[in-house]
């Protein structure tokens, strides 16, 4: 790549301070995989009696780690487990190469951490289409096992980066029967992010004791009110995955009942979305879209996804423009049920069109001041029903198109 991005626009002030999880260690390390001088390997070893639920990306190309990691996951092992990450490398449309650099990373972590090779998890992102050169990986599990700490985060989050400008992490802390029970997550992602099933790669820590089928409900669930509402350019990469681990390190279980977690697990799975948007590739705006009146919830989400992929409606964005007509026209393509007399759109507190006509009180002025912010709202009613939706994007410059044009170079 031609040099490191700048810092996004929007990016938080700092690395947020994440709890230790306990029954999770973390280590990374400076294995060359392509980036030099930086980590790129990220090893988790999770204690015994952990229950591990994910989500994964539908692409018909996806790499091999998430294939090996679909295979693994729907176990109800609660032995020790681990996570291998790496960056630079997607290990993805690379054939038969794949799959023995797969088995040769978990194979080597359950063999340095003296566990099940069923209950390794990894991930690679990066590059399609290259090789993994897996023995540089190889060669660091004996550094990385020593140097394992619960207070290794924040380095983890660090080392899955690619075009990432930032780390991301959150967390929560919720009481259950008297008892705190901890969350935190990590998450990489910037662009080639449309998710279906998960998002980029995101990894989301508890201690809280769960049965494995009750996670992957309540995971599934939550990754389709938040990663699964986000787009930066509309690519669903070959390599989304999203790794929930639950330690049972607190003692405290955990069930489908217990609204206060499911609540809190989404809190931090929003706020992981979020980060991913606000660095999406060359982003200067970060951009809400609401749907409302739709003839069902699905109808609103493919007509908010419309609208939030549009190159249009980015790039119009991306020029401070509050150009209703082309929210019009990214309904009117969007397949789902529009009447085009019955559409109203806002921008922030704004309405500019109602009705399928120009709002008699428009306000030029109200809309470019909103426009000029880092936030913009867009909600658009149908008028048709009850369904609705809200989604996540931001705006599309040429900072996109400078990132990407040498992303191999």
Request: hydrophobic residues 40%; negative net charge; glycine residues 10%.
């Amino acid at each position: 790549m031609g040099g490191t991005p700048p810092l996004s626009p929007l990016a938080p002030a700092a690395f947020p301070d994440l709890p230790v999880i306990d029954g999770v260690e973390f280590a990374t390390a400076q294995a060359g995989v392509k980036y030099k001088g930086r980590t790129d390997v990220l090893l988790v070893r999770l204690a015994e009696g952990t229950s591990m639920a994910g989500v994964f990306t539908r692409s018909a190309t996806r790499s091999a780690p998430v294939l090996d990691c679909q295979a693994k996951i729907g176990s109800d092992g609660t032995g020790p487990a681990a996570i291998v990450v790496n960056s630079g490398n997607s290990n993805a449309f690379t054939g038969k190469n794949g799959i023995a650099s797969t088995r040769a990373v978990t194979g080597a972590a359950a063999r340095v951490l003296g566990i099940d090779e069923g209950r390794v998890f990894s991930s690679s992102t990066g590059v399609i289409g290259e090789p993994l050169p897996h023995e540089r990986i190889v060669d660091k599990m004996e550094e990385m096992k020593a140097a394992l700490s619960p207070d290794g985060i924040a380095a983890a989050a660090r080392a899955i980066m690619t075009t990432d400008t930032y780390p991301k992490g959150a967390s929560a802390e919720v009481r259950i029967d008297g008892q705190t029970v901890k969350i935190a997550g990590i998450a990489k992602g910037s662009g080639m992010i449309a998710p279906d099933m998960a998002t980029m790669l995101v990894y989301i820590f508890t201690d809280a004791l769960i049965d494995r089928n009750v996670l992957q409900s309540m995971v599934s669930a939550t990754s389709d009110l938040t990663f699964n509402c986000i787009t930066v350019d509309s690519d669903t990469s070959t390599s989304d995955t999203l790794l929930c681990a639950a330690t049972g390190a607190s003692g405290v279980r955990v069930t489908d009942k217990h609204t206060g977690f499911i609540d809190a697990l989404h809190g931090v799975m929003l706020d992981l979305a979020h980060q991913v948007v606000r660095d999406g590739e060359g982003a200067t705006k970060f951009v809400q879209i609401q749907v409302t009146g739709a003839a069902s919830d699905a109808d609103a989400k493919t007509h908010a996804m419309s609208i939030a992929n549009s190159p249009l409606v980015k790039t119009a964005i991306a020029g401070e423009d509050a150009n209703w007509g082309r929210i019009v026209m990214a309904v009117g393509k969007s397949g789902a049920a529009a009447d085009r007399d019955r559409l109203s759109i806002w921008f922030g507190e704004e309405l500019v069109a109602d009705h399928g006509w120009r709002a008699p009180g428009y306000s030029e002025e109200a809309c470019a001041a909103h426009m000029k912010g880092e936030s913009i709202d867009i909600r658009v009613d149908l008028g048709l029903g009850g369904g609705t939706a809200t989604v996540w994007t931001c705006d599309l410059t040429h900072g996109y198109i400078s990132i990407n044009a040498d992303y191999r170079s």
